[in-house]
């Protein structure tokens, strides 16, 4: 299928979009490295980024009552159903510039290279106000809202600070009374995110872009170990309860076990000793546990083998275990005529896709209960991400904006695609 020429080289579109990156970066909580969480004060400056690079468009965007930027650009037909491109503005603490970020920009990318050119869909760009988690421990906020997934369990959580999701919306200047209004209609055919890796499978097969068929089932737990308290100079060692050597044992052994299960990936990522001072045995112990897989019953199967173990090694060492389920997200099975057909476009650039699951979860794990849903994943050099270090390649991101155009012209044509509904 040939695409018009456009007016601009792509390379020079492809550096824009990563001096794009560059310039939202500088929104940040933080004074020398980037964290911007859900709905903080920075989120302002990045939405009027956003919506000032989209306005030449013909593209006004708008906020949605739970934080998400929103704008449409027509097609051809003022009732033309609409294909939502996306990904999410939040970032981890100490983050890199282009996780989530790179997936809006292309976006915008994209709807320059049409040049003014309309298609049978509309496109309608959504820049996602929370993926991460961070703040409240939940992730999926913003694409939550899109599914009519915020309830009042989520709405009442709240942060290190005390404030619920509720007041950080309305403090934010937003209403929350609207969450409903921003929920997907039936004129959705599908949901597009490009993303990049975040790992290093492309770039060890030679690859630049991937077709993402699958999205691992996660589970998120905080575990507690509690012993006893006491002096560290005066208690033997025969008569402790110490918390912080109980989970660093139950710590090795996640680890020993992850290892043996094939494609099975469990993290320990935090833990708080108390009362951590350094002459006081540790009579509590707070951890996170992070468990991946893209089979549902291998992940709950190691989940309650890994809490087994906790009960254990409690047990043996005269302490109690406790956890409590933070996160429960099924695997997900991404749809497979888009993938089909961003096959075909990535290989109409010259460039041989590879088909592969993500082993991190992303919206379109979330739209796609509601809506068909598809990713384009770039390489990541170094399989680096969440960190200052994550980067791209200039010529990745040509590649992604070539073939996410070519994209859009095949959809343009199917039948199939233009023929479909929103799933119930």
Request: glycine share 10%; aromatic share 4%; proline share 4%.
């Amino acid at each position: 299928m040939s695409v018009p020429t456009m007016s601009k080289d792509r390379t020079a579109r492809a550096r824009e979009a990563l001096a794009r990156c560059d310039a939202l970066a500088n929104f940040s909580e933080d004074t020398n490295s980037l964290r911007r969480t859900f709905l903080s004060p920075p989120m302002h400056n990045c939405h009027a980024s956003v919506a000032a690079w989209l306005k030449p468009l013909g593209v006004s965007a708008q906020v949605d009552a739970a934080g998400n930027l929103r704008g449409t650009y027509a097609g051809t037909d003022p009732n033309s159903p609409r294909l939502l491109i996306g990904s999410h503005l939040d970032t981890v603490p100490n983050a890199g510039k282009y996780d989530g970020i790179l997936g809006v920009v292309l976006v915008i990318a994209l709807l320059e290279e049409l040049d003014g050119r309309r298609l049978p869909f509309a496109i309608e760009i959504v820049g996602f106000s929370e993926e991460e988690g961070v703040r409240f421990g939940v992730p999926f906020i913003g694409s939550r809202a899109l599914v009519g997934r915020v309830d009042e369990d989520l709405l009442g959580r709240r942060d290190r600070n005390g404030i619920s999701v509720r007041e950080a919306i309305q403090q934010f200047g937003l209403d929350d009374q609207g969450i409903g209004e921003a929920a997907l209609g039936d004129d959705v055919l599908g949901y597009l995110e490009f993303h990049i890796e975040q790992g290093p499978v492309l770039e060890k097969s030679a690859r630049q872009l991937g077709v993402v068929e699958a999205i691992v089932g996660q589970t998120r737990l905080a575990l507690r170990f509690l012993g006893r308290a006491n002096h560290s100079g005066t208690t033997p060692m025969d008569a402790r309860q110490d918390a912080l050597v109980a989970a660093a044992e139950w710590m090795v052994a996640v680890e020993s076990y992850a290892k043996q299960i094939p494609g099975l990936v469990a993290t320990v990522g935090s833990i708080e000793a108390k009362p951590g001072a350094t002459n006081v045995i540790p009579g509590e112990v707070r951890l996170s546990l992070d468990v991946r897989h893209r089979s549902d019953e291998t992940r709950s199967g190691a989940i309650r083998e890994l809490m087994g173990l906790a009960e254990t090694i409690a047990r043996k060492r005269g302490l109690c275990s406790q956890w409590n389920p933070m996160l429960e997200q099924d695997a997900v099975l991404l749809d497979g005529f888009l993938a089909d057909q961003i096959e075909f476009a990535i290989r109409s650039t010259g460039c041989g896709p590879h088909r592969m699951a993500s082993g991190a979860g992303h919206d379109a794990m979330i739209l796609a209960e509601r809506v068909p849903s598809a990713m384009i994943f770039l390489r990541s050099p170094g399989g680096i991400s969440h960190d200052p270090a994550e980067t791209v390649l200039l010529e990745d991101v040509e590649r992604a904006i070539e073939a996410g155009i070519r994209l859009l012209d095949q959809l343009g044509l199917s039948q199939e695609f233009l023929g479909r509904k929103r799933r119930a």
